[in-house]
């Protein structure tokens, strides 16, 4: 029975244990999904404030013209600015801090905006007419801002790539050298034949040589009969030395 218990209690603990993995995994799914669908949300809605202050901008003369210019402008160079940091985040991480003053941006321009929208709303002319020289000169100083980390972030971008190229190219060079070494090997290859003939050619000419030199010179009858010079000289003088019978004879 004790083993029985230890058992049911083990497979309650996993049963458990695999509820709540279950339900931990449904609630971070939901909270993405949750996320996601306010983030499409909010990029609706910023949307269509951007085209509504487009139209402002060009169909509201005076000052409520100009108060969605500024707006306009300022939401354009921080929405600019956050996608070319957020698309080059993956490849260089020193762009986070960037990401960061953005986001810091962000606070005092969404600060900025509202200041604006009120401003648009406001009857009294006089109060816009001097209002709006002091939001423009806050918004243009955010806007020049989020510009020059935009650029410095592109000009990063461009001179990386650029070195990246530049180690490609070499690379590809290097790669094509490799490929033709048949060159080499071919011109080595027939420095070796025409070595080897020139030697084969100088040694015939040798051996040529040499057997013209044994051709040219005669043997002599002493060298065909193996005799040597003093043996026949001897053997004259035996020949010309008149024998005793002879002398008697006389």
Known sequence: MDAVGVVFGLVLLF????????VVAAVKATRRVAAKVG???ANARRAVENAALKAKTFTKPGPVGRISAVRLSLR??????????EAGLPEDSQLAEALQLLTRLDAHAAELDGELRILEREPDQARVA????????????????????????????????DDELARLSEACETEAGSLRHWESASA??????????????????????RKGLGAGRQPSAEEVLGLAAEPLARLAQRLRKPSAGSSSAG
Request: hydrophobic share 40%; no cysteine.
């Open 130 to 161: 001097a209002k709006l020289p002091e939001l423009t000169e806050r918004a243009e100083r955010i806007t020049h801002s989020a510009e020059s980390m935009r650029w410095a972030a592109q000009d990063r971008m461009h001179r990386f790539a």
């Open 188 to 209: 080595g290859s027939a420095e070796r034949s025409a070595g080897t003939v020139y030697s084969a050619s100088g040694q015939a000419a040798s051996d040529a040589d």
């Open 76 to 85: 354009t160079s921080l929405e600019s600015t956050r996608k070319v940091l």
């Open 39 to 41: 983030e499409h949300e």
């Open 15 to 22: 049963v458990v244990a695999a509820l709540a993995m279950l």
